[in-house]
């Protein structure tokens, strides 16, 4: 690399470095603003989610947005996981294709809680057509 080139690279990397500095303090402000009033609003919570991401290189701004992430996991688990995944296909290194078991299990009993409980079926004897212990209606005139 000739020298004018790594000053080139050197001065672009310390000007990303001011603007992460930059997003960091106005998106703080923001993400405790949600925190703090409890919200609830997916579509405020996952703008400043998609706007955080694109500075997660910087650590502290990382910070922030698993925060939002841990705060929205109660409300959208489902929708959670799919911003941790955005996060590893931008950031990580190590990508994984599959969420590791233990990711898959948390998510699986958000949603479960999250949905309303469905009528219970009466079930009957394994191999038999009756649901009920209760006698059939007797045909007319018997």
Known sequence: MTDTLLENVSA??????????RAHA??????????????RDP?????LLDGILDFCFDTETLQLY????????????A?????????REMWDSEQKKEPPPS??????KAVQKAR????????????STAHSKHTPLREEGA
């Open 12 to 21: 672009l990397a310390k000007q990303m470095q001011g603007l992460a500095r």
């Open 26 to 39: 106005e998106y703080s402000r923001e993400v405790d603003a949600v925190l703090l009033d409890g919200s």
């Open 43 to 47: 579509r405020r919570i996952e703008r």
């Open 66 to 77: 698993k925060k939002l992430c841990r705060h929205y996991f109660a409300i959208d688990p």
């Open 79 to 87: 929708a959670t996981a799919e911003y941790i995944y955005a996060y």
């Open 103 to 108: 990711v898959k299990k948390h998510v699986r």
């Open 116 to 127: 309303p409980p469905e009528a219970k079926k009466p079930r009957g004897k394994k191999g």
